[in-house]
């Protein structure tokens, strides 16, 4: 009778073991970013979500929240750290709290072509930067592009001197902040949700950004011009917190990272596609002037715009500044 209660007993333990298991909740992956769906990244984050929720069913469960609707960009770095969401992908002028190292990215000029700076971030150096957040307690997990970024105002800019003592959004780094200065401009440190109103009621005159942003967040719509400057990169890094991904199990991992590279290869030719077609669909709305500079009129931006490298060599270091500029051969 003994023995049989006590098997009875061992089979509900093992019964309410198995059961708690089966039921167990799936792991949550909230993933916020601040822009809209229908861009690389918006498209990227729904790829992952997709391919994980698919790939790991019952064992991850991935959200996404576009539009800066969970975190800006200013907090969601923080709220990874306390645990509150576990991926985001902020551009890479928005880690300058963390690390200098990231600020390479913002040099004006430094890279040729989006083929110059894949060279780079798939080298050596561009790889060892995703390791830049350690001591922070963040990983890198790769680099998505978007790709470079135009200058848009209320007139029109063909030459440094017509953006002398212009308002311009920038975003959070010191670099892009001396970038506009160099040109006698006034640079404003704004999040991104706040760009298009700031742009609408005139509080500022311009900002630079992507086609795709411009084209997204209607920007071309309060911009009536914009000058194909190509002056400098705009692109991301996927970023989780330690804690979270070394805490998942083995097999979890490998998979989020292996849909993760997916979904970036997935994310970086939209974004190739749309720095074409949202160019174009600004132009074709008639809203904003597409203005092309010359080669001369270019050239005094970038002699302009230059002595920012100077003034940032030591922070990141004039070696991995070497380094990107070789990948423009
Ligand atoms: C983004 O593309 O994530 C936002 C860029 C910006 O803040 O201008």
Redesign the pocket.
């Known amino acids: 009778m003994t023995l049989l209660k006590s098997t009875l007993s061992i089979l509900a333990g093992a019964t309410l073991l198995l059961s708690t298991q089966l039921m167990a909740a799936p792991i949550e992956l909230k993933f916020s970013?601040?822009?809209a769906e229908n861009?690389p990244?918006g498209q990227m984050a729904i790829k992952f979500r997709d391919l994980v929720n698919e790939r790991l069913a019952g064992k991850v469960k991935v959200e996404v929240f576009p539009n800066a609707q969970l975190f800006g960009?200013n907090k969601v770095l923080e709220a990874m750290l306390l645990g509150d969401v576990q991926m985001a992908?902020?551009?890479l002028?928005?880690f300058e709290r963390y690390t200098s190292k990231l600020q390479i990215f913002d040099l004006p000029f430094l890279f040729k072509d989006m083929a110059a700076v894949d060279r780079f971030q798939q080298g050596p150096d561009g790889q060892q930067l995703l390791n830049s957040l350690k001591s922070k307690g963040l990983i890198g997990l790769g680099y998505l592009h978007?790709g470079l970024k135009q200058l848009s105002a209320d007139k029109m800019l063909k030459v440094p001197e017509d953006a002398r003592g212009l308002k311009f959004r920038i975003?959070s780094s010191d670099v892009l902040q001396a970038q506009f200065e160099q040109v006698g401009a006034i640079p404003i440190k704004k999040?991104?949700s706040e760009?298009f109103t700031l742009l609408q009621t005139r509080a500022i005159d311009g900002?630079e950004?992507?086609w795709s942003?411009i084209y997204s967040k209607k920007f071309y719509e309060v911009q009536p011009y914009i000058t194909e400057t190509n002056h400098g990169l705009?692109d991301?890094l996927v970023v989780t917190s330690t804690e979270f991904w070394t805490g998942l199990p083995d097999d979890v991992r490998t998979e989020l990272k292996k849909s993760l590279d997916e979904a970036i290869a997935y994310g970086n030719k939209i974004a190739a596609q749309k720095a074409r077609s949202d160019r174009q669909a600004i132009i074709d709305s008639g809203r904003s002037k597409v203005i092309e500079l010359t080669a001369a009129e270019r050239q005094q931006w970038v002699e302009a715009m230059k002595p920012v490298w100077k003034k940032f060599s030591k922070e990141i270091g004039q070696d991995l500044i070497n380094s990107a500029v070789q990948s423009n051969q």
Do not use: E
């Open positions: 970013h601040v822009v861009t990244k960009d992908a902020p551009s002028s928005k978007n975003m999040p991104f760009v900002q950004n992507t942003n705009l991301y």
